[in-house]
């Protein structure tokens, strides 16, 4: 009976398990016995696969948890894992059972402490400075007065009514606002994206270009403001080509925007006193500025108008200088009769002396040599080349005849316009032309009577109209015609 109790092999009543079976039952125990934890650790091998999966460890100093984000999760982490870095994960135990290994799906990383934070911040400054992001020559040079402003900012906080507030003060500019979130999962590749839009934006477009760029948020913890922190903005902001004024939290507050931007102002309020200038103290420069040129082109006239007395006072009376040449002149004038006759008696000497050499038999020896001469040269001279020479010679005259002909004729026919040009400018000269528009002549015995005076002195006056002249006084008057030749013009008086 003894025999049929015992169980000759140890062991033989355990159930047996399946692989698949010991695997499930670990994942639900896991699974069931945690469930959601939080975990508090330093970050190590940090790796992202092709799928987009992000796979780390969480470590202290004796043990190692593998930890899972999948790709749907990691947009929604507010920290992404960096290995050194201090986190509390917040996620599900779960178990692999192909390869025997359980891991935390983590759901959501948060910086474990400030100290930590500030940590990862000093890091990333670091990375950042070495790559020459915070160099001083790359910054830009911000606009005087820019045309449009961009602001990147929550639409719904005051943070946006104070610039705009402070805009409309100073100097009233067209703002874009581009809508972002300014704290949370959601900060930073929103604020990326808002300083990319409004790089890529074409100037000039129907959405115009802004010419400058304002990221602003108020203050608030070193988590609130994380987001600014974070290595995407810091990039996005040192690549924009849009000069960029970071105005993130209070005048403490210091993020890494503020050391890549172009200009850090303390609060958003100043980074509106940065972006303009004061509308009316410009007006009140510019009026300055107006009255001083005014005042120094006055002046500038009155130096040179009394610099130009003072050197006309320097210079000689205009007869001063005339007085010289007009003795020049009466020297002259005096020694002309002299020396016309003896230039008069040094060529009538001359004259004589060459007479006195001429003889009528010298004279006839001349005469005679020449017609020998002539007779030597028409003997050698034939008839027929001669006749040919006269010929050429001929026709040479008649086109020299025709071609002075025809430039006479031109000639004339310029100089009668030139002449009918002169006399009717002579007739637009005359005093003829005021007779017409109603002034007269007055003469009395042949002069030129032009004072009230003058005629009562003479019984007789002599007046020309236009259409002829009138004599009044004691003798009968008798009008002239206009056919009568007028005066000289320098003859006549007009009233």
């Not at 802004?210 to 108020?218: E, H, N």
């Not at 994380?226 to 290595?231: L, M, Q, S, T």
């Not at 850090?264 to 001083?292: D, H, I, S, Y």
Request: a positive charge; hydrophobic letters at 40%; proline letters at 6%.
């Amino acid at each position: 009976m003894s025999d049929l109790l015992d169980d000759p092999t140890p062991g033989q009543n355990t159930p047996e398990y399946t692989v698949s079976d010991i695997s499930g039952e670990v994942k639900r125990t896991l699974e069931g016995a945690f469930g959601r934890i939080r975990v508090r650790g330093e970050v190590g091998r940090v790796f992202k696969a092709r799928s987009g999966h992000l796979y780390y460890d969480i470590k202290d100093d004796r043990n190692v948890l593998a930890c899972t984000t999948w790709k749907g999760q990691i947009s929604g982490l507010s920290v992404v894992p960096e290995e050194g870095l201090e986190v509390v994960v917040t996620g599900r135990l779960t178990a692999f059972g192909a390869q025997s290994k359980y891991n935390l799906n983590v759901e959501e990383v948060a910086v474990a402490g400030q100290g930590a934070l500030m940590a990862l911040l000093e890091k990333r400054k670091k990375q950042l400075e070495t790559e020459g992001l915070f160099a001083p020559e790359r910054k830009k040079p911000l606009p005087y007065l820019p045309q449009i402003i961009g602001v990147v900012t929550s639409p719904s906080g005051a943070v946006i009514r104070d610039i705009l507030h402070r805009l409309r003060d100073r100097f009233p500019r067209k703002v874009l606002i581009w809508p972002v979130a300014v704290q949370g999962a959601n900060c930073a590749p929103e604020v990326a994206r808002a300083i990319e839009g409004f790089n890529q934006l074409t100037p000039g477009g129907a959405l115009p270009r802004p010419d400058l760029i304002i990221v602003a948020r108020g203050g608030g913890s070193i988590e609130d403001l994380w987001g600014f922190n974070e290595e995407a903005v810091a990039r996005a902001a040192a690549a924009s080509d849009i000069p960029l004024i970071s105005a993130v939290g209070h005048e403490t507050d210091t993020t890494l925007i503020d050391f890549v931007s172009d200009r850090r102002a303390p609060t958003p309020t100043a980074a509106a006193e940065l972006a303009v200038p004061v509308r009316m103290e410009l007006l009140a420069w510019t009026g300055e500025q107006g009255a001083r040129l005014s005042r120094s082109a006055a002046d500038a006239v009155q130096r040179r108008s009394q610099r130009l007395r003072d050197l006309s006072r320097a210079l000689p009376r205009a007869e001063a200088l005339l007085d010289n040449p007009r003795q020049r002149l009466d020297q002259v004038t005096e020694r002309l009769p002299n020396a016309l006759l003896r230039g008069v008696q040094n060529r009538r000497v001359k004259l004589l002396d060459i007479s006195a050499h001429l003889r009528p038999s010298t004279l006839r020896n001349l005469v005679d040599t020449r017609k020998d001469r002539w007779r030597n040269l028409s003997s050698r001279l034939s008839r027929r080349p001669l006749e040919r020479e006269l010929g050429a010679q001929n026709d040479a005259l008649l086109r020299l005849s025709e071609r002075l002909n025809a430039a006479q004729i031109v000639r004339l026919e310029r100089m009668r316009q030139q002449l009918v040009a002169t006399d009717r400018l002579r007739e637009t000269l005359s005093y003829r032309a005021t007779l017409d528009r109603g002034y007269a002549v007055v003469r009395a015995e042949n002069k030129l009577i032009t004072t009230k005076a003058q005629a009562a002195g003479h019984q007789v006056l002599e007046i020309e109209f236009s259409d002829g002249k009138l004599t009044t006084g004691s003798t009968a008057s008798k009008p002239a015609t206009k056919k009568q030749k007028p005066a000289p013009p320098d003859q006549g008086s007009l009233f």
